[in-house]
């Protein structure tokens, strides 16, 4: 089991930046692959960031604006996120994989306003 906790959202102006952490703990050296997924109101979660092996993979809403990282010393994978805008507005989501399971975080509120 892994588990997963999310902190970095908040309101925010577009234009501005954030950085959101997800903190993961347990069976974490099972963990083959991370990523940043995220979900608005009346919208399907989507990914927006991956990273596997050092390997990345952004969604190309965000491609240029955002940065998936990963400190394995602290068991800590941040999602730096510039130049935001209103659509970017949405609870973003921590995701963890290892041969058998996907494992999620509660989920943390990123509100971008005009």
């Known amino acids: 089991q892994v588990q997963l906790v999310e902190s970095g959202g908040g309101l925010v102006q577009a234009g501005d930046s954030l950085r959101l952490s997800c903190s993961a703990s347990?069976?974490?050296?099972?963990?083959?692959?991370m990523g940043w997924y995220r979900q608005a109101p009346g919208k399907e979660r989507e990914l927006v960031a991956r990273?596997?092996?050092?390997?990345?993979e952004y969604a190309d809403s965000m491609k240029g604006r955002i940065t998936i990282s990963r400190d394995n010393a602290k068991n800590t994978m941040y999602l730096q996120m510039n130049s935001l805008k209103p659509e970017d507005t949405a609870v973003y989501y921590c995701?963890?994989?290892?041969?058998?399971?996907?494992?999620w975080g509660q989920g943390t509120q990123v509100t971008v306003s005009s």
């Open positions: 347990g069976s974490i050296f099972s963990i083959n692959a």
């Open positions: 990273i596997s092996s050092g390997s990345t």
């Open positions: 995701n963890a994989e290892d041969r058998l399971s996907k494992y």
